[in-house]
């Protein structure tokens, strides 16, 4: 088995349906051909945490080694491709979803104030919550929510995944603000500073 791309590495398969934009893969290294998936891009985010094992994940030019309990954020239309290290096997969960189910319409306040920054990042291939700060484990603990919601598809199952991937999109957005901000700090860009700082307190509730 491999991955079918198109003569640009776009992948042909659907992520979900029209109707809901989302999916849920378990998926296994050894499934593929030589025990890695191939390069390929999507314009659907996906998030990959890894069940058992361990594996290389490459986005663009980077490349993420991920153990047992770690996560990746993978943006939207990043090349990427996966295989096994030191030959031994990976069990893998992927959510792949439209980020359409988050900001609903084209250039509506949600896509141009939340949205678009992120999506349209390119400096921000990936993400690997590796746990090395306290927000990783927030957002495995919501990729894990989701794989627990599909599991069990109860019947607010569409409503009880956007409320995981809204909150799973405010904490990205809020943490890369703050990250900005620190790195505004340290380069004396006082004018942006300024403004993404009161732009957090805006938007951040009070303790």
């Known amino acids: ?65 991920l153990r047992h309990g770690q996560a ?56 690997h919550f590796d746990l090395s700060a306290a927000w990783h484990q927030d957002m495995i603990c919501i990729i894990q929510d989701m794989i627990q919601i599909d599991s069990e598809k109860y019947m607010t199952y569409e409503l009880d995944i956007l409320t995981k991937l809204e909150g799973f999109w405010k904490l990205l957005f809020l943490t890369r603000i703050k990250q900005r901000l620190r790195y505004l700090l340290t380069r004396n860009h006082t004018t942006e500073y300024v403004i993404l700082f009161h732009l957090l307190r805006a938007i951040t509730p009070p303790d």
Request: charged share 20%; with cysteine; aromatic share 16%.
């Open 72 to 127: 990746l954020f993978g943006n939207s239309s990043s090349l990427h491709a996966g295989c096994m290290f030191d030959h031994q096997d990976c069990e893998y969960i992927s959510i792949t979803f439209d980020p359409k189910l988050i900001y609903g319409y084209d250039n509506s306040m949600i896509y141009i104030k939340y949205v678009k920054p992120i999506i349209q990042n390119f400096s921000l291939a990936a993400i």
């Open 1 to 65: 088995m491999q991955i079918k791309t198109d003569q640009f590495k776009h992948e042909i398969k659907e992520h979900g349906n029209y109707n809901f934009p989302f999916l849920v893969s378990n998926e296994k290294l050894s499934k593929y051909e030589s025990g890695s998936f191939l390069w390929h891009w999507h314009p659907e985010i996906e998030l990959t945490i890894v069940t058992n094992g361990q594996m290389l994940y490459k986005v663009n030019t980077e490349s993420y080694f």
